[in-house]
Structures are given as C-alpha cells and as structure tokens.
C-alpha cells in the first residue's frame, strides 16, 4: 500500500514541473502493478487550500479525479 501525498495530483494536472516526468511513469507501473494506493482527508484540504489560494478553482476537481 502506498500513500498518494496531495502533490502527487498536482503534479499530474499542473504546468511543466521538475517532479512531473517522474511522477507519472512511477504511477503507471503501480496502477498497472495494481498495488493499493491511499490518501487521507488531509492531503484533499491541501488540494482545496493550493488551488483557492491561486485562484485555480477550475483545478480542484481535475486533482481530484487524478487521484482515483
């Protein structure tokens, strides 16, 4: 089981970022690996909190649908 943090999606759906290009092929191994990935509540009110402090609504629900 592997703990998704909330940077884990925003990397996935936000601009270029030196983290990006490695979060998504480490990410497709585990789904296809099918190893359990969690989050917690936490990591979901970090999302709301980064995307409202940046006047990025649009954004909120895209991270969160990256995490499913």
């Known amino acids: 089981m592997i703990f998704i943090d909330s940077n884990i999606p925003i990397y996935l759906i936000g601009s270029d ?19 359990p990935l969690i989050t917690h509540a936490e990591a979901l009110q970090e999302i ?13 629900q895209p991270a969160y649908d990256a995490r499913r």
């Open 17 to 35: 970022h030196s983290n990006k290009g490695r979060t998504v092929p480490i990410l497709e191994r585990l789904v296809r690996d099918e190893v």
């Open 48 to 60: 709301l909190h980064r995307y409202t402090a940046i006047d990025r609504q649009d954004a909120i």
